[in-house]
């Protein structure tokens, strides 16, 4: 059994910073790339960044210089760093990760989804 757990959501303010954070636990033996993705109320999900095993990251071009994608490997566990929050930035923020388990078994996991709400 694996989960992925996110925590860090809430309301802010425009302008203003939020971290997220996401943990995977249960029967692991690797993850690798992970992601931050996100749904808007009434739209579809969308990629925000993705993070490889390595450390490398991938930033939609949106998203590129207000938000920071990061791993601890040793915690199995992702980051997203948000500045300058906007309007638009509120949605259910889901952690994502293409997880090895302790059966050789690999596929992608997601989280239940933590919810960004940017408001004055």
């Known amino acids: 059994q694996v989960q992925l757990v996110e925590s860090g959501g809430g309301l802010v303010q425009p302008g203003e910073s939020l971290t997220l954070s996401c943990a995977a636990s249960?029967?692991?033996?690797?993850?690798?790339?992970m992601a931050w993705y996100r749904q808007p109320s009434g739209k579809q999900r969308e990629l925000v960044a993705s993070?490889?095993?390595?450390?490398?990251?991938k930033y939609v071009d949106s998203m590129k210089g207000r938000f920071t994608i990061s791993r601890d490997s040793a915690k199995n566990a992702v980051s997203l760093q948000m500045r300058s929050l906007k309007y638009e930035d509120t949605a259910v923020y889901f952690c994502?990760?293409?997880?090895?388990?302790?059966?050789?078994?690999?596929?992608?996991?997601w989280g239940k989804g933590t919810l960004v709400t940017v408001a004055s």
């Open positions: 993070i490889s095993r390595g450390g490398r990251p």
């Open positions: 249960g029967n692991i033996f690797t993850v690798y790339d």
């Open positions: 994502n990760a293409r997880i090895l388990d302790t059966a050789y078994f690999s596929r992608d996991y």
